[in-house]
């Protein structure tokens, strides 16, 4: 079974700082894709990267990169030079590409970002 | 842009009562999926569809029934709300999971308490 774990349920990191999100993920299946979500105190939901289990490079997305250690079953967030809106929780997901395509979640982690 | 479109934004209900809440999407996305938020347990699926006639559990569907009878809308029935299904209810869609990129597009979430 697919198993996504953030083990930091709350981070603080100074403004213009980088700061890095723990991931961790298990699954069986040798297609799968790594999500990363933002969510502000407003609630939304907002889509930062994705990793593909086959992609030879770590993914950016202007200040987001994540550092894909696959052998070590990690996916982690960086965000380089943090602003204060970037204080929000973060959420890991999974998703398996080849048979039941669910998505699912870690716990999430929790960052503020302090001025 | 109406993307997905979560309706109602807040509801309370008394312990027994059955109701459904809505989910539509316009951006004719195949795979639909219904998550609860908790606090500190992230997000959970509780039922997910990868296009119209075929729906599947997620990990806590107990007391939940969905149905997909169109591309475009993907409800999500309580039958006998109870005091634990208190939550905030997330719909996402996104196109062909198999597609490798296809993150999930989320609703803004229906505010569920139950007295």
């Known amino acids: 079974a697919q198993k996504i774990t953030q083990t930091q349920p709350g981070m603080f990191v100074q403004e213009k700082e980088a700061v890095t999100l723990d991931c961790t993920y298990d699954t069986s299946d040798p297609s799968y894709g790594l ?15 994705y990793q593909g289990s086959y992609d030879q490079q770590n993914a950016t997305e202007g200040r987001y990169s994540l550092n894909f250690q696959k052998a070590r079953k990690s996916a982690n967030l960086v965000i380089s030079a943090s602003q204060l809106g970037d204080s929000a929780m973060y959420f890991c997901a999974m998703r398996d590409l080849q048979s039941s395509y669910k998505l699912i979640f870690g716990s999430g982690t929790r960052l503020l970002v302090r001025p | 842009n109406a993307g997905v479109t979560q309706t109602p934004k807040f509801q309370v209900l008394k312990t027994g009562q059955s109701m459904t809440l809505q989910c539509a999407q316009d951006m004719n996305h195949e795979y639909m999926s219904w998550y ?4 500190g347990m992230g997000l959970r699926l509780i039922h997910y569809s990868v296009g119209a006639g075929i729906t599947d559990q997620g990990e806590v569907p107990n007391g939940y029934n969905v149905s997909r009878s169109t591309t475009e809308d993907f409800p999500l029935r309580l039958l006998s709300a109870a005091p634990s299904q208190t ?23 229906t505010r569920l308490t139950v007295t």
């Open chain 1, 35 to 49: 999500f990363w979500y933002k969510q502000p105190s407003s609630g939304e939901m907002i889509f930062l990267i």
């Open chain 2, 36 to 39: 609860r938020q908790d606090p």
């Open chain 2, 87 to 109: 939550s905030v209810y997330f719909c996402a869609s996104s196109t062909e999971p198999g597609q490798g990129d296809s993150p999930l597009h989320f609703g803004n979430g």
